[in-house]
């Protein structure tokens, strides 16, 4: 079983802030993915990445496989970017449903 | 091309009753997976699926609860004689392939148990 852990768990930051939020992982992996929950509860894919680094709009996701450790990180926050960030990865040992970090609160202050 | 949708978005019953959550996948998709999400807690697997097939059940409780995905029409779970403690956040998934593709989440079904 893929034990996922992120931190911090909660994050507060000024608008314009440059914000990391990190996520290991136990078990080696093919792919991890980055979720965002909106306060309404929707959740919205951003990233599922397998090596290296990815980049979309303000957003960029890094993973380091030899490590099991990627960041998401948030370039010139702005308010509309508070939500709540997960990282999730297959469990390994066969079964396929993601195993889901406990998320990051992040809340960006104008 | 539409995304995932869920229905009911929002659903209340009492105790006993049954609760029946439906899941279109994206067109093209024939993998679907479910997540529950219970108050202040994390998203938690339930049971991925492929068309007539159930591919990993691990996730779901043993008793009450069920899930299918026929050859045509949406995917559903059911909940059996509903408790307080059901009452959660239920998300579907689709993916093209297996999980190594993008997972793609709809708007999710709350549920509320009286």
């Known amino acids: 079983k893929n034990e996922v852990e992120q931190s911090p768990q909660n994050l507060t930051a000024q608008e314009g802030e440059f914000i990391t939020i990190n996520c290991s992982y136990s078990?080696?992996?093919?792919?991890l993915h980055w979720l965002q929950q909106h306060p309404g509860g929707g959740i919205v894919s951003l990233f599922m990445?397998?090596?290296g680094k990815k980049k979309h709009g303000r957003l960029i996701a890094t993973i380091n496989i030899q490590e099991k450790h990627s960041s998401l990180h948030i370039t010139a926050s702005h308010p509309r970017d508070s939500a709540v960030y997960i990282c999730?990865?297959?469990?390994?040992?066969?079964?396929?449903?993601?195993?889901f970090g406990k998320g990051t609160h992040l809340i960006i202050q104008p | 091309n539409a995304g995932v949708m869920q229905n009911p978005r929002h659903l209340v019953r009492r105790r006993g009753q049954e609760a029946r959550l439906r899941c279109s996948p994206m067109?093209?998709?024939?993998?679907v997976y479910w997540y529950r999400q219970l108050p202040e807690e994390g998203l938690k697997f339930m049971v991925y699926?492929?068309?007539?097939?159930?591919?990993?059940e691990s996730g779901m409780p043993k008793e009450r609860f069920s899930a299918e995905f026929p050859k045509e029409g949406p995917s559903i779970l059911r909940i059996q004689q509903v408790v307080r403690g059901d009452s959660a956040a239920y998300f579907c998934?689709?993916?093209?392939?297996?999980?190594?593709?993008?997972?793609?989440f709809g708007p999710g079904t709350r549920l509320t148990v009286l």
């Open positions: 998934a689709s993916s093209p392939s297996q999980f190594t593709d993008t997972q793609y």
């Open positions: 078990v080696g992996i093919s792919a």
């Open positions: 990445l397998s090596s």
């Open positions: 999730a990865a297959p469990p390994g040992g066969g079964a396929d449903g993601l195993t």
């Open positions: 067109k093209g998709h024939s993998h």
């Open positions: 699926l492929q068309k007539e097939n159930i591919i990993d």
